[in-house]
Nanobody, 120 residues
C-alpha cells in the first residue's frame, strides 16, 4: 500500500480552529478522490468529507457541514481539512484516505491518523 502522510491536529478549545494536511510522497494526489474520516473510542468510523479529483466536488457529513472545508493544493500535492467552530464532539482520531475510482467509495490508501482533541 502507498501510505498517505498526515499532519496537523492537536488540542484546541471549543470554538477554535485546526487544519489537517494529507500528503502523498511518491504519487500524485490529484488522481484520487480524497476522503476524511474520524473515529472516537467506542464509536464507529464516520465519514467526514470527500473531495473528488475531476472537478473538486466536495461532500460533507451533516455534523460538520458549514464548519469544515476540504480543499486541494495540487502544486503541493496536499489535501487539507480546515476545521472551524470546533466542538467537543469533534474529538477523534482523523484519517485521510485515497480513492482511485474517484467515487468517494473505494478507499485503497490510508494515512496514519492524527488526534484532534477539543476541550477547555
Amino acid at each position: 500500500q502507498v501510505p498517505l502522510v498526515q499532519s496537523g491536529g492537536g488540542l484546541v478549545q471549543p470554538g477554535g480552529s485546526l487544519r489537517l494536511s494529507c500528503a502523498a510522497p511518491g504519487f500524485t494526489l490529484d488522481r484520487y478522490a480524497i476522503g476524511w474520516f474520524r473515529q472516537s473510542p467506542g464509536k464507529e468510523r464516520e465519514g467526514v468529507s470527500c473531495i473528488r479529483s475531476s472537478d473538486s466536488t466536495t461532500t460533507y457529513a451533516d455534523s460538520v457541514k458549514g464548519r469544515f472545508t476540504v480543499s486541494r493544493n495540487n502544486a503541493k500535492n496536499t489535501v487539507y481539512l480546515q476545521m472551524n467552530s470546533l466542538k467537543p464532539e469533534d474529538t477523534a482520531v482523523y484519517y485521510c484516505a485515497a480513492d482511485p475510482t474517484f467515487s468517494c467509495l473505494v478507499w485503497d490508501y490510508w494515512g496514519q491518523g492524527t488526534q484532534v482533541t477539543v476541550s477547555s
